[in-house]
């Protein structure tokens, strides 16, 4: 029997809400019911269920390049209500864009053994695509359903969706 994983990327309050600090549009708003009908999908069939969240300092670094988002404690950072994890599954907060840059993802995942990993979340081009590139540097196979991602960049947006396709191995439908 098969065991298998949904990361669910980035869907915080900042993103995904119109009066969040770096709002990814309307495209972001409109992934969620495809999302909690994964969500739904895969909590039905046990899945391991992995939230990562944008959880930065006040002074991250990373607020050279975009606007200040998702400090670690605030509103901004926090998962949207409409996709609140369970009991027991995992919120693992992330500093970079990769959901494995110096967090336990890796472990969790190495513990579960899953055969597949589903990803959804935001953005595409950045969060979602560099965790899907440490998930095929990790040997996972990897889905990235079309419906459940979304990007403020429509060229960015299929750009990674190719390359996740094409350099990572994932199967983008």
Known sequence: MSQTALIIVDMLNDFIDEDGALFCGPGARDIIPFIRA??????????????????????DLEFTKFPRH????????????ELAPAAGERVIPKTRYSGFYATDLDAVLAAYGPDEVEVVGVCTSICVMDTVGGLANRDY????????VADFDAQAHQFSLQRMERL??????
């Not at 994964?38 to 002074?59: C, E």
């Not at 998702?70 to 209500?81: L, Y």
């Not at 196979?141 to 459940?148: K, L, N, S």
């Open 38 to 59: 994964r969500l739904a999908a895969h909590r039905q069939a046990g899945s391991l269920i992995v939230y990562l969240q944008d959880a930065h300092a006040p002074d």
């Open 168 to 173: 990572y191995g994932a199967i983008v439908q």
């Open 141 to 148: 196979p990897t889905r990235v359903p079309r419906e459940g």
């Open 70 to 81: 998702c400090v670690a404690g605030t509103w901004g950072s926090r998962i949207i209500d």
